[in-house]
């Protein structure tokens, strides 16, 4: 296993076009987060998944933002008519957590998409 | 609400002991995490504390928790060039929503 996995590296887009984004957690983890982090900030919470089921999303997350996670393993961020506002690093992380009362979670980063719009 | 916050940076010279500051606001966080990131990369986690402990060693890590004043600590001995990175402090209640500070540049000078 080889960690959390997150393509493209770098995206480059214009404003007004749509980029999709691809995050492979850790094998067996159920939990999978994304999160966006811009320069001089922590990350900041954008979604989450228990398995396949989105269970929560930040009032961050505009309507031209979309998460899938469609069978319980990969996922995609899509983001539609991108904004220069839009720029920043995508994180993904996962989490091998199954207890839903549990309170200890330790997350798993990828090294993130960086995402560029000019 | 939530809120987590830390000094941005912090220079020591290698060899020194290095000490990040971090306060919370959620007085319910039952977990406090100390993340590293190195650049280009993302983040790593370096250990965590469970808040009815005072202190936790591991290594050359320490991290200190004062749950009175919602201050958290992480304390690292003998700094090396390699320990050059961003420090966030991270707080957890129950669910699953872990919060980040802004992060901590640590300049490790030799």
């Known amino acids: 296993d080889t960690g959390v996995s997150q393509n493209p590296r770098h995206k480059i887009t214009k404003r007004g076009q749509n980029v999709t984004f691809r995050c492979d957690p850790i094998?067996?983890?159920?939990?999978l987060y994304w999160y966006r982090q811009t320069l001089g900030q922590g990350p900041e919470f954008l979604t989450y998944?228990?398995?396949?089921?989105?269970?929560?999303k930040s009032r961050l997350l505009s309507d031209r933002f979309s998460a899938e996670r469609p069978k319980g393993s990969f996922s995609t961020l899509e983001i539609q008519r991108t904004e220069q506002g839009d720029s920043a690093m995508y994180l993904c992380?996962?989490?091998?957590?199954?207890?839903?009362?549990?309170?200890?979670?330790?997350?798993?980063f990828g090294s993130g998409t960086q995402l560029s719009v000019l | 609400g939530e809120d987590v916050e830390q000094s941005l940076f912090l220079s020591v010279r290698e060899g020194d002991s290095s000490v990040i500051n971090c306060t919370y606001t959620?007085?319910?966080?039952?977990?406090l995490y100390w993340y590293k990131q190195e650049p280009g990369a993302g983040l790593q986690l370096l250990t965590y504390?469970?808040?009815?402990?005072d202190m936790k060693q591991d290594q050359r890590l320490t991290v200190l928790l004062n749950k009175k004043d919602k201050h958290l600590s992480l304390r690292i001995a003998d700094t090396q060039t390699g320990d050059s990175a961003i420090y966030f402090c991270?707080?957890?209640?129950?669910?699953?929503?872990?919060?980040f500070g802004a992060g901590t540049r640590l300049f490790v000078k030799a």
């Open positions: 094998s067996e983890h159920n939990r």
């Open positions: 991270a707080e957890k209640e129950g669910g699953f929503k872990t919060i």
């Open positions: 504390i469970f808040s009815n402990m």
């Open positions: 992380a996962s989490s091998p957590v199954w207890d839903s009362e549990a309170t200890n979670e330790k997350l798993f």
């Open positions: 998944f228990q398995n396949e089921a989105q269970l929560e």
């Open positions: 959620d007085s319910s966080s039952t977990y």
